[in-house]
């Protein structure tokens, strides 16, 4: 399968699209110091193939390359920090 991880700064959400299709979300603010992850979703048909899990880590990772700090407010967020900790902001 194809997965992909975009930036939708207009909606506030990190996207992940399964052969095109908009699987999941991972909703956030930011500010030019931080980005707050405060929600995240994976729509029913995806949920259980690791849908989640590739939307946190792109998600996290493109977060983490624009120097904000990473501020995980979403419990789904938060749980994949603690298993991958490399993707956590360095501030």
Known sequence: MDYQVID???RHRFEIRVEG???GAAYYTATDAE???THTEVEPQFEGKGVGS???AGAL???KETGR???PQCPFIAAYL???PELASAA
């Open 21 to 23: 299709e908009l699987a």
């Open 8 to 10: 939708n700064p207009d």
């Open 54 to 56: 590739r939307l946190a």
């Open 35 to 37: 980005i707050v992850f």
């Open 61 to 63: 990772t493109r977060a």
């Open 82 to 84: 603690k298993k991958h």
């Open 69 to 71: 700090r990473i501020v």
